[in-house]
Structures are given as structure tokens and as C-alpha cells.
């Protein structure tokens, strides 16, 4: 089915650990993003992409890192797990520049990450 | 820096109005607004650029004040399905260059029978 997925839905994981999210969009879209969702924070942009092989910090990147080689792929690797790290993460994609557009972010449905 | 909104959060009863603000200190370029029910994604409701441009969706509008920088989310007649939480996303100050769409807080909207 076309849309953008994410996996896994939920992952505990331990401290120091590396763990990576996958993120796949059927929609060919040029922008994707990871946000990360806590109580109190709303959504904060962790890295985004505008196409395969270019990406960008956002707000929170300390502590992962991001890959582009393919336009549907966005895994987030989080290198050495810590407990500050457990969220929920959001990926989203978008047509073109969701801030120079009429074009809206598509987000997945999240992964919820614990850290123990 | 996160646009900043306002109420944190609103309680209603159905048919009642209510209003949702997302401003910032810098100059904004474009605003989105977005709701997103309890475990699940965000969805989204509508973009306004820059221009003072009113735009709606059913009961539910928005402006854009460019001279405030602010935006304003208008629920209408709110119905049991407007409940969640509202958050607005905007790109400051570089005239949409950037691609960088950052969240406020988001403002949780319930609204009871």
C-alpha cells in the first residue's frame, strides 16, 4: 500500500545499545524528517533530508545520525542508546519544501523507542 | 526556537468555539497546523502563507498575521472529533529557504458532550 511506514512500532532497547528506526515512503517524495515527541516538548526536529544523500541537522541531532541513499529510505540510528532517548519518533515526508509550499508533512504512524 | 502557543489547553462543550494561537518572536514565513489524536500521528489541517491569507476546512479556519506574526486556529460549532492536540509549525525568517518546519508545543483540545 502506498504511504510512509515505519518500523518498529514499539522497541525496548538498553542502555548503550545501537538501535536504528526504518522509515519508507511509497511516494517518491523528495523531503523526509524525523521528529521526536515528549511530554512538555511537542515535536522537535531531529534531521531532515531534502533529497537521497543530502541531510541536515534540526533542533535535537546529538546522539544519532541519519543516512539517505535511496529516496524512500530514512533510517535514524540512535549510535549509543541513553535513557534521555526514549520518545516516541515520528518520520515524516512531503512533496516538496513544506515551508516555501502548499505542500503538507505526512507522518508515519511512530515508533515508540524505551530505553532501560 | 519553538513558535509558542497559546491556550496550553482548552476545555469545551460541543457546539462551542474556540480559538488557538501560535506566534513567534521572529518573522514568519509560513504556518501549518496539524492535529494529532491520542497515540496516533499527527494529521494535517491546513498551510497558510505568507500574504494575511484567511484559508478553512469545514468548521475549523486560520489567519496569518504577518505584521503580528502570529496565527490563529478558529474551531467552529466544535464537534466530539475536534478533540486532540493542535500544533502549529512554522518556518521563520529566512523566506521558506530552509525547509525547516518547527513545532510549538501544542494545545489540547477537549471537548465534551
Known amino acids: 500500500d502506498a504511504g510512509i511506514t515505519q518500523s518498529p512500532r514499539y522497541k525496548i532497547t538498553e542502555t548503550g545499545r545501537q538501535v536504528t528506526l526504518m522509515c519508507h515512503q511509497t511516494?517518491?517524495?523528495?523531503?523526509m524528517f524525523w521528529y521526536r515527541q515528549d511530554l512538555g516538548h511537542g515535536l522537535r526536529l531531529i534531521y531532515y533530508s531534502a533529497a537521497a544523500d543530502i541531510t541536515d541537522k534540526g533542533e535535537v541531532p546529538d546522539g544519532y545520525v541519519v543516512s539517505r541513499s535511496k529516496t524512500e529510505n530514512f533510517p535514524l540510528t540512535l549510535e549509543s542508546a541513553t535513557r534521555s532517548q526514549t520518545s516516541v519518533y515520528f518520520c515524516?515526508?512531503?512533496?516538496?519544501?513544506?515551508?516555501?509550499?502548499?505542500?503538507?508533512?505526512?507522518f508515519g504512524n511512530g515508533t515508540r523507542l524505551t530505553v532501560t | 526556537q519553538q513558535p509558542v502557543q497559546s491556550p496550553q489547553a482548552v476545555i469545551l462543550r460541543e457546539g462551542e468555539d474556540a480559538v488557538i494561537n501560535c506566534s513567534s518572536s521572529k518573522a514568519l514565513y509560513s504556518v501549518h497546523w496539524y492535529r494529532q489524536k491520542h497515540g496516533e500521528a499527527p494529521v494535517f489541517l491546513m498551510i497558510?502563507?505568507?500574504?494575511?491569507e484567511q484559508k478553512g476546512h469545514d468548521k475549523i479556519s486560520a489567519s496569518f498575521n504577518e505584521k503580528k506574526q502570529q496565527s490563529s486556529l478558529y474551531l467552529t460549532a466544535s464537534q466530539l472529533s475536534y478533540s486532540g492536540t493542535y500544533f502549529c509549525g512554522t518556518e521563520m525568517n529566512s523566506g521558506g529557504s530552509n525547509y525547516k518546519l518547527t513545532f510549538g508545543k501544542g494545545t489540547l483540545l477537549t471537548v465534551n458532550p
Open positions: 511516494w517518491s517524495h523528495s523531503y
Open positions: 497558510l502563507l505568507k500574504g494575511g
Open positions: 515524516a515526508s512531503s512533496e516538496s519544501s513544506p515551508t516555501a509550499t502548499n505542500s503538507p508533512l505526512h
